[in-house]
């Protein structure tokens, strides 16, 4: 799973993966899939609905960004890049209907840019497909994470940008003028606004997420985990921190410590208050209802998983307190709690002495996840190879030259031959200034790729490069999926190589 996204009524559940290429559609009341957008022809990086939930725009390694009409699932406008478009954000709640689109060059050659388009024009293909500025993007780091910033009156005029080296940018799309400053210590991964937007969430691998003032830029709180953090969100009230992540299975080698609970933590002291077994790999995205109390998971093992949190009924709290601190309760007091009215400011006097009691308990329980949804209609695609008497001798694998031979020595002799399965690909035809960062954005979506399993051999003619993925049907999808595919200013040739 590379994203799942609720829409702004909370009704839909929109899901990419790596494997199908596919966005899929799933209906909350009874969690059934309902819809299938396809279009995409590589991984879909980076979603983003319009505040009306008409429109549906996506990213993708194919260099396409796609419109998609939500309710008939038409594509309304695909505009081709030369870029990887890796994150899209949407203008909400204003009359612009902006949004931002953060492009990737794929090689030295090109330059990575922030392109800012106007949504109506784009859906009418007007004034450059709505094309209103490009922004060259010439620093060292890349962005990871690109978002609209609330201002006053709705004018939406800057970008908050999350970058790799874990610093978090500030910048104005009519000045160029921006704001740098260094939070964390690596990749940013997500950026989440509070209910009232004056506070930002962020996530980073540095394994920590903080809580920041909009105005200052201040951090006001820091949540630290033991691996990795990919996603942070709050919870319905803004009372809980919910953080996912976890160790990459490329480099779970290195380690044999991989935490892949989903955390809560209490906002206001940044305390862990309970931790949950979900996932058997990393979380990749979370994301909470906006219109209720659920919130959702989704996986590097492929699955989405959907809970509901509630809320602890108030006696049940009550009974929960231990003694010393139910003492301290008064009659009035407790009727306070029975009747919902502890939501009252934390500074507030007459809350004080309640509000230490009930911040000892957890305010929050989760059932189990309601479904569990599987991509059973992802079909593992089967090699086009060439046969010789129905026997899997395979273009690229040892034997293929002298088949004939083989197979009348195998007749005469009657020995088995055992099938060799390569797990490598051979990529000719390659641009010289590729690079390793470039070919693992292609080609890891495919499956996953052994360590330090890709090499790149520079020629005077030709730039061939080696991958190794751990099984041989990944190979295999890698070859059929790209395979004469326009890279660039290249055709590739794919095919299986010797391990």
Same mark, same amino acid.
């Given at each position: 799973?590379?994203?799942?996204?609720?829409? /702004?009524?909370?009704?839909?559940?929109?899901?990419?993966?790596?494997?199908?290429?596919?966005?899929?559609?799933?209906?909350?009341?009874?969690?059934?899939?309902?819809?299938?957008?396809?279009?995409?022809?590589?991984?879909?990086?980076?979603?983003?609905?319009?505040?009306?939930?008409?429109?549906?725009?996506?990213?993708?390694?194919?260099?396409?960004?796609?419109?998609?009409?939500?309710?008939?699932?038409?594509?309304?406008?695909?505009?081709?890049?030369?870029?990887?478009?890796?994150?899209?954000?949407?203008?909400?709640?204003?009359?612009?209907?902006?949004?931002?689109?953060?492009?990737?060059?794929?090689?030295?050659?090109?330059?990575?840019?922030?392109?800012?388009?106007?949504?109506?024009?784009?859906?009418?293909?007007?004034?450059?497909?709505?094309?209103?500025?490009?922004?060259?993007?010439?620093?060292?780091?890349?962005?990871?994470?690109?978002?609209?910033?609330?201002?006053?009156?709705?004018?939406?005029?800057?970008?908050?940008?999350?970058?790799?080296?874990?610093?978090?940018?500030?910048?104005?799309?009519?000045?160029?003028?921006?704001?740098?400053?260094?939070?964390?210590?690596?990749?940013?991964?997500?950026?989440?606004?509070?209910?009232?937007?004056?506070?930002?969430?962020?996530?980073?691998?540095?394994?920590?997420?903080?809580?920041?003032?909009? +105005?200052?830029?201040?951090?006001?709180?820091?949540?630290?985990?033991?691996?990795?953090?990919?996603?942070?969100?709050?919870?319905?009230?803004?009372?809980?921190?919910?953080? +996912?992540?976890?160790?990459?299975?490329?480099?779970?080698?290195?380690?044999?410590?991989?935490?892949?609970?989903?955390?809560?933590?209490?906002?206001?002291?940044?305390?862990?208050? *309970?931790?949950?077994?979900?996932?058997?790999?990393?979380?990749?995205?979370?994301?909470?209802?906006? /219109?209720?109390?659920?919130?959702?998971?989704?996986?590097?093992?492929?699955?989405?998983?959907?809970?509901?949190? /509630?809320?602890?009924?108030?006696?049940?709290?009550?009974?929960?307190?231990?003694?010393?601190?139910?003492?301290?309760?008064?009659?009035?007091?407790?009727?306070?709690?029975?009747?919902?009215?502890?939501?009252?400011?934390?500074?507030?006097?007459? /809350?004080?002495?309640?509000?230490?009691?009930?911040?000892?308990?957890?305010?929050?329980?989760?059932?189990?996840?309601?479904?569990?949804?599987?991509?059973?209609?992802?079909?593992?695609?089967?090699?086009?190879?060439?046969?010789?008497?129905?026997?899997?001798?395979?273009?690229?694998?040892?034997?293929?030259? *002298?088949?004939?031979?083989?197979?009348?020595?195998?007749?005469?002799?009657?020995?088995?031959?055992?099938?060799?399965?390569?797990?490598?690909?051979?990529?000719?035809?390659?641009?010289?200034?590729?690079?390793?960062?470039?070919?693992?954005?292609?080609?890891?979506?495919?499956?996953?790729?052994?360590?330090?399993?890709?090499?790149?051999?520079?020629?005077?003619?030709?730039?061939?490069?080696?991958?190794?993925?751990?099984?041989?049907?990944?190979?295999?999808?890698?070859?059929?999926?790209?395979?004469?595919?326009?890279?660039?200013?290249?055709?590739?040739?794919?095919?299986?190589?010797?391990?």
């Amino acid at each position: 799973m590379t994203i799942a996204k609720y829409n /702004n009524k909370g009704d839909i559940i929109y899901v990419c993966d790596k494997e199908s290429k596919k966005i899929t559609a799933i209906e909350t009341i009874n969690y059934s899939l309902i819809k299938t957008y396809e279009g995409h022809n590589g991984v879909i990086w980076s979603i983003d609905i319009s505040s009306d939930d008409s429109i549906l725009i996506s990213c993708s390694g194919d260099m396409n960004i796609i419109v998609w009409d939500i309710e008939t699932c038409n594509i309304l406008n695909q505009l081709n890049t030369k870029n990887i478009p890796k994150c899209v954000s949407l203008q909400k709640n204003t009359k612009k209907n902006l949004l931002v689109i953060y492009n990737e060059a794929i090689s030295k050659r090109l330059k990575s840019n922030i392109s800012i388009y106007d949504l109506d024009n784009m859906i009418q293909k007007l004034d450059n497909n709505g094309l209103i500025k490009e922004i060259e993007w010439t620093k060292e780091y890349k962005p990871s994470i690109i978002t609209w910033m609330p201002e006053e009156k709705e004018v939406y005029s800057k970008l908050i940008i999350g970058c790799e080296n874990g610093n978090l940018i500030v910048k104005d799309i009519n000045s160029d003028e921006e704001v740098n400053y260094n939070l964390h210590n690596d990749s940013i991964k997500s950026i989440v606004f509070d209910k009232l937007r004056s506070k930002i969430l962020t996530s980073s691998l540095d394994k920590t997420a903080k809580q920041i003032n909009l +105005g200052t830029f201040e951090v006001l709180k820091t949540y630290e985990s033991n691996v990795p953090i990919n996603y942070a969100i709050y919870n319905n009230n803004d009372r809980k921190i919910i953080l +996912g992540g976890g160790i990459e299975a490329m480099m779970i080698a290195k380690t044999s410590d991989n935490d892949l609970n989903i955390k809560f933590y209490r906002t206001n002291d940044s305390k862990l208050i *309970n931790h949950m077994s979900s996932h058997f790999g990393p979380v990749r995205c979370l994301d909470k209802s906006p /219109n209720d109390k659920n919130f959702i998971s989704a996986s590097q093992d492929g699955m989405l998983k959907i809970y509901m949190m /509630n809320d602890i009924d108030e006696e049940n709290k009550i009974n929960k307190i231990n003694n010393n601190e139910t003492d301290k309760i008064n009659n009035n007091e407790t009727d306070k709690i029975k009747s919902n009215e502890i939501n009252k400011s934390d500074d507030s006097n007459d /809350n004080i002495e309640i509000n230490k009691c009930i911040n000892n308990i957890k305010n929050l329980y989760l059932s189990d996840e309601l479904n569990r949804l599987e991509y059973l209609n992802i079909k593992t695609a089967k090699p086009k190879v060439e046969e010789i008497n129905k026997h899997n001798l395979i273009v690229g694998m040892p034997g293929y030259k *002298n088949a004939n031979k083989i197979l009348n020595e195998k007749k005469e002799s009657n020995i088995y031959i055992p099938v060799i399965k390569s797990t490598t690909i051979k990529i000719n035809n390659l641009p010289k200034d590729i690079r390793v960062k470039d070919l693992l954005d292609i080609y890891e979506f495919y499956g996953r790729i052994d360590e330090r399993g890709v090499n790149i051999k520079n020629y005077t003619e030709n730039t061939i490069a080696f991958i190794r993925y751990i099984s041989h049907e990944s190979a295999n999808k890698a070859i059929i999926a790209t395979n004469g595919l326009k890279f660039q200013y290249c055709i590739l040739d794919v095919e299986l190589a010797n391990n």
